[in-house]
């Protein structure tokens, strides 16, 4: 069951949040073992439950990162800010959180102890970095911050959707054209060949073979992949699976070193934005470790934290992964040495998005002419093989 508490510590601070347990009791216990003096405990309605388990969209989240930054950067109060993000945003998908958040810091909880309520939605990386703004007085600065990685995020994905959209249209189009030609329109001629009763084309019989295979074979075809699409991404769905799916994506020609300059980008901008907001390095591996998308490049971060907690160097263990870029070991390196680790992993978060956007770029130049070339070709040779016979019975004499 799943049940939500309202608990002060030791120092009087109020905390809020859910948790899942068999019973109260069992909250209850939980509660003090954590040094927390329970102050209520209910239990969580369903329709609460999966409202609160629903993540809300990057767009929506950039606006309410955004309106909160701005209403602080202009010195308003941040219950205020909230109040007034609440109402700007009623009729939005975060309308009734920012409402919430405002519930929970009246009655005493701290802005990042509100957000730790609906941590589904933010994520453990968001309150961690409101945490630190908040401890460490720079709380409008880290939400402009915020604002600004979540902004650059979107943007980098919707740059690699726009570009990969035309390949997809076009590949989608030639076989829908191509199932279209085999199945309605060579079917049509296929009895008029055989009325002729001549010997066909070695390209008309290649075709009219592989036209009655798929007919076939096709169901059981369609049966397979589905059967395999699913025992697939049942496997992907374990911890082994995941790891070893996210190891090939990274050596897949052309596409993995793409791969791999994106999610370090994305742990680059992550780690610098939490050191520039008050964040530890220690703390900062300790969730990005949990965060990264891909779980291989999640294990090496896991080994880095700890050799960083037993006093090592992180440049220097990066420098030992073969799977990693040396140019994110110098960097880390240098930006170690001179105290400005922060601005390092910023400047190679966007070199590596410029890199990437250029590679996936001259990727897509290439493989759009390059379907257009291999689709059209293969339409051509379905028409030519209709035509072949037809175009034989004209030219045959008549006497």
Request: hydrophobic share 50%.
């Amino acid at each position: 069951m799943l049940f939500t508490y309202k608990a002060a510590d030791a120092t009087g601070n109020i905390h809020t949040g859910r948790r899942t347990a068999g019973s109260r009791e069992e909250i209850l216990h939980a509660l003090k073992a954590d040094g927390f003096f329970p102050l209520e405990i209910t239990e969580a309605r369903e329709k609460d439950s999966l409202s609160r388990r629903r993540r809300v969209a990057k767009k929506d989240l950039l606006v309410f990162t955004r309106q909160i930054a701005g209403l602080l950067e202009a010195g308003m109060q941040l219950d205020r800010s909230i109040q007034i993000t609440a109402q700007l945003l009623k009729n939005t998908a975060m309308g009734p959180v920012a409402i919430e958040l405002q519930r929970l810091m009246q009655e005493g909880a701290s802005f990042s102890q509100a957000l730790e309520s609906h941590k589904e939605m933010f994520g453990s990386l968001y309150v961690n970095l409101v945490r630190g703004g908040e401890n460490g007085g720079l709380l409008p600065q880290v939400m402009t911050r915020l604002a600004d990685s979540l902004e650059n995020e979107i943007k980098l994905k919707g740059d690699i959707f726009s570009s990969v959209l035309y390949p997809a249209l076009i590949t989608m189009v030639s076989i829908g054209a191509t199932i279209i030609l085999l199945q309605v329109v060579v079917p049509r001629f296929e009895d008029l060949f055989l009325r002729m009763g001549q010997d066909l084309p070695l390209l008309t019989r290649l075709v009219l073979d592989f036209k009655n295979k798929l007919t076939r074979y096709g169901p059981f075809l369609l049966a397979a992949v589905f059967a395999g699409g699913i025992l697939f991404f049942q496997y992907l769905r374990t911890e082994n699976g995941k790891l070893n799916w996210h190891k090939f994506c990274l050596h897949l020609p052309l596409l993995g070193p793409v791969i791999l300059q994106l999610n370090i980008a994305a742990f680059a901008r992550m780690l610098g934005l939490m050191l520039k907001s008050g964040v530890s390095l220690l703390d900062g591996l300790s969730l990005l470790k949990n965060t990264l998308a891909n779980k291989f490049l999640a294990g090496i971060i896991a080994r880095a934290e700890t050799e960083v907690r037993k006093g090592g160097a992180l440049g220097r263990f990066f420098s030992t992964q073969n799977e990693l870029p040396l140019l994110l070991a110098q960097m880390t390196g240098v930006g170690e040495e001179g105290g400005n680790l922060d601005e390092m992993l910023n400047n190679l978060a966007r070199l590596y998005e410029r890199e990437a956007r250029q590679k996936i770029e001259n990727l897509i130049a290439l493989l759009g002419p390059l379907l257009i070339l291999v689709l059209t070709g293969i339409i051509f040779l379905i028409a030519l093989a209709v035509l072949l016979p037809i175009m034989s019975i004209n030219i045959q004499p008549t006497w």
